[in-house]
């Protein structure tokens, strides 16, 4: 073998296996790394790399929330600003989860599709002059709102269908639950009903309270009714004429013969001294809706006798009210209404609840506000391909009770 070969060899030797050791140590390499970012290991760094945006910043912190429409004629929805930020939804609404800008100024973002909730509120039409955004973010939420029952929607909804992603309703199991009021438990400060099982205080085999004992002893009258709707789906004013074949009913308001000017104190307060029931009757039969006639009336010291189509025992304490519905003829609840007015120790157990509950009021723009904050928002895929049948499916025209 020449000198020239011998050479040559020598030369490639050691840097083969200078080669081989570099192959050897890269591979180590990549799968030293592979097995630290191995979600065995490592999954709360995956998680914190997720949740952080670009340059190592987290994504932006606030919600932005358009109302499109206005609220009955009023374009804050009762809220006390053109625009909230989260200090108005800390201080002012109590929000849990606060950060979010609330605002019916369509220019607070420079761009519609930048917004990302859009609220329409369905009892009153679309504008005329912007009826639906011109633009469509794909992160956006589309949220159906509406206190009123379905026959006070005023959006053709089947032509509406995947339009809308949530749902803000007094239905129970809308997406975001927007009751009239609720009840809290004293005891725990945590609120119990409305919901689909509250657990409820069982009532006491007794119960006195003087206050009430008073007030039974100064009552004269039957029942009262405030009312100004007088033609409804329920046929709520059959009812009550069925009932004046049995006892006085004072109806006060378009539909009666009585007035009481709104806003007088002695409206609320002749309640108290005056009658033993009130007629909290809705306008509609359909599901958990119950208007604040009846969370008006749980205020005065007088029992309510509810009409509706609700399952009121995921509303009301048991023993609190009197349910229509549970008689089969008007005659059978007319002569327990009676029964219990003359009965002391029967009227005042109505009232136990007081010792276990209060009433308050929240916000449904706390609870928008907490799902625009889930981790799941970003990645929503949840729409409403037929609103229609699932918002109007949720009533009846027949009552329980033969009118």
């Given amino acids: 073998m020449s000198m020239a070969v011998r050479s040559t060899r020598l030369v490639c030797g050691p840097r083969g296996a200078l080669l081989l050791l570099l192959l050897v140590l890269l591979s180590a390499l990549v799968v030293l790394h592979k097995v630290t970012q191995s979600p065995l290991l490592n999954q709360t760094k995956i998680l914190q790399d997720h949740l952080r945006g670009q340059h190592g910043r987290y994504v932006r912190s606030t919600r932005t929330i358009l109302l499109w ?82 026959g006070e929607t005023k959006h053709r909804l089947d032509d509406e269908q995947g339009f809308y992603n949530f749902t803000m309703t007094y239905r129970i199991d809308s997406d975001v639950f927007w009751p009239y009021g609720q009840l809290l438990d004293i005891a725990t400060n945590a609120v119990v009903a409305p919901s689909v099982k509250p657990h409820w205080w069982k009532p006491p085999a007794t ?103 609700a399952d009121y025992s995921r509303i009301l304490p048991p023993h609190s009210y009197i349910d229509a519905n549970r008689f089969e003829t008007v005659e059978e609840l007319a002569k327990y209404m009676s029964y219990v007015a003359g009965d002391p120790d029967l009227y005042v157990s109505y009232f136990w609840w007081r010792r276990h509950y209060r009433l308050v009021s929240s916000s449904p723009f706390c609870e928008l506000c907490a799902r625009l904050h889930a981790p799941a928002f970003g990645h929503k895929t949840q729409f409403y391909d037929d609103i229609q049948s699932w918002w109007f499916n949720s009533c009846r025209l027949e009552s329980r009770i033969r009118l």
């Fill in 69 to 150: 429409t206005d609220f009955f004629g009023d374009p804050r929805w009762k809220l006390s600003w053109d625009t909230l930020g989260p200090q108005e939804l800390r201080d002012e609404l109590h929000c849990p989860v606060y950060q979010c800008e609330i605002s019916n100024q369509h220019a607070f973002l420079p761009a519609v599709e930048l917004y990302d909730a859009i609220v329409f509120h369905a009892a009153e039409m679309f504008p005329l002059l912007r009826p639906v955004p011109p633009q469509r973010s794909p992160h956006q939420a589309y949220v159906f709102a509406l206190m009123e029952p379905p």
């Fill in 207 to 309: 119960f006195n309270d003087s206050l009430v004992w008073d007030f039974w002893s100064e009552k004269t009258k039957t029942a009262a009714w405030f009312v100004s709707h007088c033609e409804t789906l329920s046929r709520r004013e059959v009812l009550a004429k069925r009932l004046q074949e049995f006892f006085d009913v004072d109806i006060y308001g378009k539909c009666g013969t009585l007035s009481c000017i709104r806003g007088d104190p002695r409206c609320d307060e002749m309640l108290d001294t005056d009658y033993f029931f009130y007629l909290a009757f809705e306008n509609s039969l359909c599901d958990d809706y119950v208007t604040e006639k009846l969370f008006d009336a749980l205020q005065r010291t007088v029992i309510p006798v509810v009409f509706g189509g």
